[in-house]
């Protein structure tokens, strides 16, 4: 069957002087807001950054000079920086993992329905709330040789007193459990948001599949939060890679280094020694690790997923 | 294939009873049908027999083996569930293959075994892709091919064309009926859609209230419905009911409607409760336009379905019948007509809506 449709003669209605539908350059206008606080607050500080890393600036005369790549040769023969970078990497290793591990251990035994749950699950994102300050503080009396919690605690067990914050083994590990006590509370609630999207009819499909209860975390469960699994890796990542309160309240960087953080040495660089190309340039370079970093988990995790 | 016995099974929610002291044999390979609206329990029936439920007290058998208190996997059941629960990470293949590696079957074992589903319901194609890459129907055939793999002692369905277009669930159903002649296994079939256990089931358990209404054949249960909630609830459209005053002639139930016409039926009057009010139960195709008919009334409205046409009628009473009619109906709205009650085919009901009829011998 055809239909033949008869020509019609439409009259327009009389248009509005510069109203129409359609491309235009003034629809632009819209995001000017947006674009002006984007490069203002971010593009031009990056950029401005990048500059700054490439002078020799002098806050105290306010004098640059330009020194091209001069700042980066020698972050790169600084045993100190090095170290750091060392040091934020151990604690990026240290911690990450311990955020997955433990926040989906914590999100698999809390998701329940009762008041049990409800109340744990609130008891364990609390701490995130606390600024670092108070953690640290809370922590430092924790570590307290002797008169500590957990010194005691060991001394109930016939083991001597550690002297977590002033030892160089144990300084980085002390300041990663306290880490992850303050925030673990956040992945936690993302893996439980995660775990509430799966399907029940699934586990209940696994079950009379006579899939165990490790074969049903290892097959369904996991499987079925890939994509939170990646945002809490990369998002832990680019958080940890910029370790500061805790070190600075906890260590001051001490002991001899061995807990002092690239934010930490950048912070010092710059607003103790007034070195600001310097400090930008460890700057550019944590942005350049953590950028990597981010990008290797999130291609790995594509690659998995496909 | 394996027989399944429930015996005086009871399930509580909380202080909540949704089955009480329900008793139940399914026959090896038979298929059978839970009917029954939502909240009557027939899911949950369904899911205490899969092991998705536990249950308070009673038991459960298998082919003679008490399962009650095995874990679902252990059963030797399959179910395929209401929204299909594939899962969606895997590829089909997987997804069929994931129950028989679970209790370590051989590899070539279960590549024969997912081959020979997946032919049976011609979803060789989609091995390799993933369930989110089907379509409903397909999802649904996956579905039955998972439970199909385990060669399990009976089939259990939750619902399964309720999300499916009208015109691939009458597909389905042909296709289910067809996989149930082929395989003979045993099968519970939960549904809430009367013309899909009529269709598909050997027997129908009609459920309400969480209790069991009528287990029969689905002649039985449309033909001699054990009570109103059954008459109501299967046929379509649903039976009419009239209120009725009962008297006796030669031990017959001789019947008084409130229009003033009379019906003699083949009722046995001894069977009847004395002294209740009675109401009268009677499908559409047993009510025809009849010049000589003796309950007159007027069609308002007129249903054309093709090769019968059904008439709403409104009595001298005020109440209403749908009669059946030719295909050609001539009737319009507004006529007045006649009707006549074939009286064989026609139901008690009590107070308490238990149902009566004549005897098979004693009709006329």
Redesign the interface.
């Known amino acids: 069957m055809t239909a033949t449709a008869a020509p019609a003669t439409v009259s327009r209605p009389a248009r509005t002087p510069g109203a129409h539908i359609g491309p235009d350059w003034r629809n632009g206008l819209f995001i000017v807001p947006f674009l002006i606080v984007y490069l203002g607050l971010l593009i031009y500080p990056l950029f401005w950054g990048m500059w700054i890393s490439l002078q020799q600036y002098d806050m105290f005369d306010q004098s640059a000079i330009f020194a091209g790549f001069a700042n980066f040769k020698r972050l790169m023969g600084d045993g100190i920086f090095l170290g750091t970078v060392r040091n934020t990497f151990l604690f990026v290793l240290m911690t990450v993992p311990a955020f997955v591990i433990i926040g989906l251990a914590l999100a698999l035994a809390l998701n329940r329905e009762g008041r049990t749950g409800a109340t744990l699950r609130a008891v364990f994102f609390g701490a995130s709330v606390l600024s670092v300050t108070i953690v640290t503080i809370i922590w430092k009396m924790m570590y307290l040789p002797g008169i500590g919690l957990i010194s005691r605690a060991l001394g109930v067990v016939g083991i001597a007193p550690i002297p977590f914050l002033t030892s160089q083994n144990m300084a980085l590990p002390a300041i990663a459990a306290t880490t992850v006590w303050w925030i673990i509370g956040l992945p936690m609630m993302l893996f439980l948001a995660a775990l509430q999207q799966i399907p029940g009819e699934l586990y209940e499909a696994a079950a009379l599949d006579s899939a165990g209860r490790w074969r049903t975390l290892w097959s369904i469960t996991l499987p079925s939060i890939t994509r939170t699994l990646v945002v809490v890796v990369i998002y832990e990542i680019v958080a940890q890679f910029q370790l500061f309160g805790q070190t600075l309240l906890l260590t001051q960087g001490g002991p001899n280094n061995s807990s002092r953080s690239i934010v930490l040495f950048i912070y010092e660089t710059g607003f103790r020694d007034w070195n600001l190309g310097y400090a930008a340039a460890a700057s550019e370079i944590l942005f350049l690790l953590m950028a990597v970093a981010a990008m290797v988990q999130y291609i790995a995790s594509r690659r998995r997923e496909a | 294939m394996s027989s399944i016995e429930i015996d005086r099974v009871s399930k509580r929610f909380g202080p909540v009873e949704v089955i009480s002291e329900l008793s139940l044999r399914i026959e090896s390979g038979e298929f059978i049908a839970f009917l029954g609206a939502s909240g009557c329990g027939k899911t949950t029936l369904l899911r205490m027999i ?3 439920e536990t249950i308070n007290s009673g038991e459960i058998r298998i082919g003679g083996e008490r399962v009650d208190h095995l ?4 059963r030797g ?3 395929v ?3 299909y ?6 590829t089909i293949y997987d997804n069929m293959a ?2 028989l590696r ?2 370590g079957a051989a590899r070539p074992l279960i590549d024969q075994r997912v081959q020979q589903a997946a032919k049976i319901l011609e979803i060789e194609p989609l091995l390799a892709r993933k369930p989110g890459q089907l379509s409903g129907g397909q999802r649904q055939r996956v579905a039955i091919g ?1 439970a199909l793999v ?1 060669d399990p002692k009976a089939f259990l369905f939750d619902e399964p064309l309720s999300n499916l277009d009208a015109a691939l669930r009458v597909r389905t159903r042909v296709e289910l009926a067809r996989l149930h002649q082929q395989t003979r296994a045993t099968t519970i079939f939960v549904t809430h859609d009367q013309v899909e256990a009529m269709t598909l089931a050997g027997r129908i358990v009609v459920m309400n209230n969480r209790k069991i209404e009528q287990i029969g054949t689905p002649m039985e249960i449309y033909g001699r419905p054990a009570s109103e909630f059954v008459a109501r609830f299967v046929g379509s459209p649903a039976m009419n009911f009239l209120p009725v005053s009962v008297a006796g002639q030669g031990g017959r139930a001789l019947l008084a409607l409130a229009s003033g016409a009379q019906l003699q039926t083949n009722i046995a009057l001894e069977d009847l409760p004395s002294g209740e009010p009675m109401r009268l139960g009677i499908r559409a195709e047993a009510i025809r336009l009849d010049s000589e008919g003796s309950l007159p009334g007027k069609v308002e409205v007129v249903e054309r379905l093709g090769d019968r046409t059904h008439l709403h009628v409104r009595l001298a009473d005020d109440s209403t019948l749908i009669a059946e009619d030719v295909g050609h109906s001539r009737a319009a709205p507004g006529d007045s007509v006649n009707l006549r009650i074939d009286p064989d085919q026609a139901h008690l009901f009590d107070a308490q809506g238990r149902g009566y009829r004549a005897a098979a011998e004693a009709r006329s």
Not at chain 2, 85 to 90: C, F, Q, S, V
């Open positions: 899969a092991g998705l874990p679902p996997g252990a059941v399959a179910m569930f209401q929204h629960a594939l899962y969606p990470h895997m994931f129950g679970n209790i998972r385990k």
